[in-house]
């Protein structure tokens, strides 16, 4: 893991910070010696996008795999306060001082520190692609490629509902990381998915339904790896989702996007409802602004971003030839 240092950064909120390490790693060849894939990791996730045996995209982002580490340099950055660097004093106190546009002008600032000037693809899946979206009418010119995954470039009115009990949960539980994802796991699956993989089935250890133990199980780790600054932070983004505050409507806003927009739903998504995508996908072609719809079939919901590797190479294998 390597740190960069973002001097005089102020927020949204106009909270001024005098210095904001950012953290992230580099995958495949080295910086400007090879077209660039950043890879903006979803609420959970973390900057180890390609390790061998921790990287959680590793069966994209690999040798001789759709984003080839022989080909591309990849570089994934931490969302501040995500606590993935294990430095204390690096998590954010109040979460609310952030939204993910912050997030966005972070990451284009330290680009631009690194001296990067173009893009191959800024790729993400539920909240980083939702910065991505971010990242791409900050920076105009920044990415030739932008593919957003089961997300969107707002917080439709599902997910600020989703958020606000995951909020309630982190704020009053006894037990709140633990019990908030145990919640929000039911939205990144289905009862299709559900059913498949434990069929009413019994735990005999503990003498109780499998899904109940998978669930406590999810909870609990979790809990282990993730502190409650970080976990509110990360929710608390999510919800902040809008590339039109303060900037205007969907016409105005959107034509500023210089790079071909390739979004990614999932027929089975109860999370980022693919219903939001193709409508941004008739208000894109209404404008006549070049796009793409693409759709993964799963039973698996929210989650076949990371469940239907196969799937996505085969609809994303044209943009990495």
């Not at 949204?12 to 953290?23: A, F, K, M, Q, R």
């Not at 704020?171 to 709140?176: A, Q």
Request: proline residues 3%; hydrophobic residues 40%; contains cysteine.
């Amino acid at each position: 893991m390597q740190y960069h240092s973002i001097e005089n950064f102020t927020t949204e909120t106009g909270v001024i910070c005098n210095d904001i390490e950012l953290s992230y790693e580099v995958f495949g060849q080295q910086l400007h010696t090879a077209p660039i894939v950043l890879v903006n990791h979803a609420l959970t996730g973390n900057s180890d996008v390609a390790s061998t045996h921790s990287g959680w995209w590793n069966g994209l982002v690999s040798k001789g795999n759709l984003i080839d580490t022989d080909r591309y340099t990849i570089l994934s950055f931490n969302i501040p306060g995500n606590g993935y660097d294990k430095k204390p004093g690096n998590l954010i106190d109040n979460y609310k001082d952030f939204t993910a546009r912050d997030i966005a002008r972070l990451f284009g600032r330290a680009l631009s520190d690194f001296g990067v000037q173009k893009l191959h693809t800024i790729i993400g899946g539920s909240l980083g692609g939702g910065i991505a979206w971010e990242m791409v009418v900050l920076f105009p010119e920044l990415a030739t490629n932008l593919i957003a995954i089961a997300t969107d470039w707002k917080a439709a009115d599902w997910i600020l509902a989703h958020n606000k009990v995951q909020e309630q949960i982190l704020l009053n539980s006894k037990k709140p990381v633990h019990d908030a994802r145990m919640m929000a796991m039911l939205f990144y699956r289905t009862a299709a998915s559900f059913k498949d993989k434990f069929n009413r089935s019994i735990n005999e250890n503990l003498g109780i339904p499998n899904v109940e133990s998978w669930l406590l199980h999810h909870g609990f780790q979790l809990e282990n790896r993730f502190h409650l600054k970080a976990y509110k932070m990360v929710n608390h983004l999510l919800s902040t989702l809008d590339i039109l505050r303060d900037r205007g409507t969907f016409k105005e806003v959107a034509p500023l996007i210089q790079a071909n927009i390739i979004q990614i739903g999932i027929d089975s998504d109860f999370f980022f409802v693919p219903d939001e995508n193709r409508d941004t996908q008739k208000q894109l072609d209404a404008l006549q602004i070049p796009n793409t719809y693409k759709e993964i079939v799963s039973i698996h919901g929210h989650d076949g971003f990371l469940v239907e590797n196969d799937q996505l190479k085969k609809l994303l294998q044209d943009y990495f030839k």
